[in-house]
Structure formats: C-alpha cells, structure tokens
C-alpha cells in the first residue's frame, strides 16, 4: 500500500488540484476496502476456528453415544432375561403351592 501511494503522491504533484482531489478519494476508499476485506478475513478465520472445535465437540459426543447405546442394549438384554428368570420362579412357586394343597 505504502508503494503505491508514494507513486500516486509522485504523480499527483503534476496534475491539477481536481484530478489530485479524486486520487485522493480513490486511494482512501481502495484503504477502507481493504480495511474491510481484512477484518472479513479475520472474521471468517474465527468462524473456521470455532467450527473446527465444534466439529470435534459432536465427534467426541458421537463416540459417547455410541458407547452408552452398547451399554443401554446389554442392560436392557439383561432385563429381558431377569425378567425371564423371575417369570419361571414365580412359575415354580405356583406350580410348588398348587401341588402342596392337592
């Protein structure tokens, strides 16, 4: 930037007031756009930074779930044959009873 606004200053000196008014213009709105171009840069760079810590959030979450569902499916399996068990038990006991009072 400094390059080029030394070579519009060097320049400038030979041309007419006007003409040195609307460089002038043009090389601070070539600044504010680039001032701009720059913090859309540094805010884009934010938004990869903390879409990259995210995505490694849902991973993390992902390999939780996928434990706790393998967890949920054995305890639920165990219950199942808990279930099962307490069902022939009670079964059994009736079965004892009814052959007790005959």
Do not use: P, W
Request: contains cysteine.
């Amino acid at each position: 930037m400094a390059v080029v606004k030394r070579i519009v200053l060097k320049v400038s000196r030979h041309l007419s007031s006007t003409i040195r008014k609307h460089v002038h213009v043009v090389i601070l709105l070539n600044m504010t756009f680039f001032t701009f171009l720059m913090q859309a840069k540094i805010d884009f760079n934010c938004c990869l930074s903390e879409n990259g810590s995210l995505r490694e959030t849902f991973d993390h979450m992902r390999l939780e779930k996928k434990t706790f569902d393998t967890i949920r499916l054995k305890l639920e399996k165990e219950l199942v044959e808990n279930k099962q068990k307490i069902m022939e038990g009670i079964e059994t006991s009736t079965a004892a009873y009814e052959a007790r009072l005959v």
